[in-house]
Each structure stands twice: as structure tokens, then as C-alpha cells.
């Protein structure tokens, strides 16, 4: 199975509301034999190495009236990627309140806004670590991780 779109918004404490589109690329997997909360509640244990993203930008602004980052990124999809980025934007001291994750043709274009874990608008501090942790293609050689 593959996901094709997701939309979800943290609504309160540890409460998430959520649209999700999956493709099926076998007639044996049913999604009705999916325990999806159970998979969203406990990450696996050994998440792959992070892919080449090709694209990423922050958008600092507001949004209903707090400030916010906003992450866009754009990369080859595999399996793993999604939960490679929440792995780096977590151990950023960043949160994602809100995502939008859509996957075409191969690729998977993702816009999250971040939050730090206070609830409050990221630190730069935490972004520019961010950019690091997912190896941004538009930061100076001295910026990238190793």
C-alpha cells in the first residue's frame, strides 16, 4: 500500500484529526485489515536513511494569527521517507502542528507547518538545524550534515 494524500491538523493534547488516501497495488491488502491507529501510535524501531531531498524551503509567517513555520520539501518517495522527516523535524525540538502530504508519480511533495514543543513559533536556531538534519540541497557546504 502506498499513501497518496494526508491531511491532518493537531486539534488539542495528543489529538489529531486526519484524511488519508492509500492506494492499493495488491488485491491481497485489504486496507480493512489495517490497524492504522496502532501504526500512527508506534513508530518502527529502525527508520531508513533519510533520501536526497531535491527541494526545501521554510516559509516563516502566520497562521490564524500565530507565528508559524512552514516547511515544503520535495523528494523521491520510498518507504520510510515520511517518517524520516518527523524523526528529524523531533529531534529538532520541533513538532508538526499541521501536514500535507501528497505522493505522485513517484515523488512526494510534503508542506508541514512546525511548531517548537511549547506549542510556540519555532526558534531560527532550530530551523537552520532542521535544514541540516535533512541535508537542504540550497545550503553552503559548510551548512549540510556530514
Do not use: K, Y
Not at 509567517?61 to 523531533?90: K, N, T
Not at 529531534?91 to 502542528?97: F, Q
Amino acid at each position: 500500500m502506498s499513501i497518496l494524500e494526508v491531511d491532518a491538523r493537531h486539534v488539542e493534547r495528543g489529538r489529531w484529526i486526519a484524511s488519508i488516501l492509500l492506494e492499493s497495488h495488491s488485491p491481497e491488502a485489504r486496507v480493512s485489515s489495517r490497524d492504522f491507529l496502532a501504526m500512527a501510535r508506534h513508530r518502527p524501531g529502525l527508520v531508513p536513511m533519510q533520501p536526497r531531498i531535491e527541494s526545501l524551503s521554510f516559509d516563516l509567517g502566520e497562521a490564524e494569527r500565530e507565528p508559524v513555520a512552514r516547511l515544503r520539501l520535495r523528494a523521491r518517495d520510498r518507504l520510510g521517507l515520511l517518517a524520516g522527516v518527523l524523526q528529524g523535524i523531533l529531534s529538532c525540538d520541533l513538532r508538526p502542528r499541521e501536514l500535507w502530504i501528497r505522493t505522485r508519480e513517484g515523488w512526494a511533495e510534503d508542506w508541514i507547518v512546525l511548531e517548537s514543543l511549547a506549542g510556540t513559533a519555532p526558534l531560527p536556531e532550530a530551523l537552520d538545524a532542521l535544514r541540516r538534519r535533512l541535508g537542504d540541497p540550497n545550503a553552503r557546504p559548510d551548512q549540510r550534515r556530514e
